[in-house]
């Protein structure tokens, strides 16, 4: 399963991307970048998410491992930009 969520605006992470049994934070800038995503097909940008949400190379292999796992790629996709509209909405 692979999930954003929003986190409450005290904290020093905005949200988090869950992934497996393990999850990585999103920094607001990231949440920027993603949101610059959005118009990208099913493909393109479950692709690009790994890179949107951490710089780690060992995360971002973690992450696409996840998502290899789904097998409705649509519907993850559609779930993870609702996420991120939801989270560029609330700044």
Same mark, same amino acid.
Request: hydrophobic share 40%; glycine share 4%; net charge negative.
């Given at each position: 399963?692979?999930?954003?969520?929003?986190?409450?605006?005290?904290? %020093?992470?905005?949200?988090?991307? %869950?992934?497996?049994?393990?999850?990585?934070?999103?920094?607001?800038?990231?949440?920027?970048?993603?949101?610059?995503?959005?118009?990208?097909?099913?493909?393109?940008?479950?692709?690009?998410?790994?890179?949107?949400?951490?710089?780690?190379?060992?995360?971002?292999?973690?992450?696409?491992?996840?998502?290899?796992?789904?097998?409705?790629?649509?519907?993850?996709?559609?779930?993870?930009?609702?996420?991120?509209?939801?989270?560029?909405?609330?700044?």
């Amino acid at each position: 399963m692979v999930r954003i969520e929003g986190l409450a605006k005290s904290q %020093h992470y905005r949200a988090v991307i %869950h992934y497996g049994e393990a999850y990585a934070p999103i920094a607001e800038a990231d949440i920027n970048s993603l949101g610059q995503c959005l118009e990208l097909s099913v493909d393109d940008f479950l692709n690009a998410l790994p890179e949107k949400v951490t710089g780690n190379r060992y995360l971002q292999d973690r992450i696409r491992e996840a998502i290899a796992t789904i097998d409705d790629r649509t519907s993850l996709m559609n779930t993870l930009k609702d996420s991120v509209r939801t989270l560029a909405a609330s700044r």
